[in-house]
């Protein structure tokens, strides 16, 4: 079992940036992939971003490319989505996802999620 839990969500203006972290525990995620979502008010949760097992693989939402960044230390067992420019609607629950394959990152299909973290941008 893994568990996740991330941290980092804020009230964000418009064109600013913050960076969510997401710290695994239960087991070494270092053969993971690691997938963020996010769920906005009334709609479907979505894929943001991806990275494979060694961090070298990454796959973004086209949304977000561009302007949002996933990494991961696998000596801290984290993962990390860097978001800058971000606009109103980033506005959402932001949630880390890992998965046994370790690559390529797959863009759905996960099996393990974290409880969430609010994002909250304002103009």
């Known amino acids: 079992q893994v568990q996740l839990v991330e941290s980092g969500g804020t009230l964000v203006q418009a064109g600013g940036s913050l960076r969510l972290s997401c710290a695994a525990s239960g087991r070494a995620i270092s053969t993971y992939s690691m997938g963020w979502f996010r769920q906005a008010p009334g709609k479907e949760r979505e894929f943001v971003a991806a990275?494979?097992?060694?961090?070298?693989?990454?796959n973004y939402a086209d949304s977000v490319k561009g302007r949002f960044t996933i990494s991961r230390d696998n000596t801290k067992n984290t993962v990390y989505l860097q978001m800058t420019s971000v606009k109103l609607e980033d506005t959402a629950i932001y949630y880390c996802a890992a998965d046994r394959r370790a690559e390529p990152p797959p863009w759905r299909g996960y099996d393990y999620w974290g409880q969430g973290t609010q994002v909250t941008v304002s103009s």
């Open positions: 990275i494979n097992f060694s961090g070298v693989m990454t």
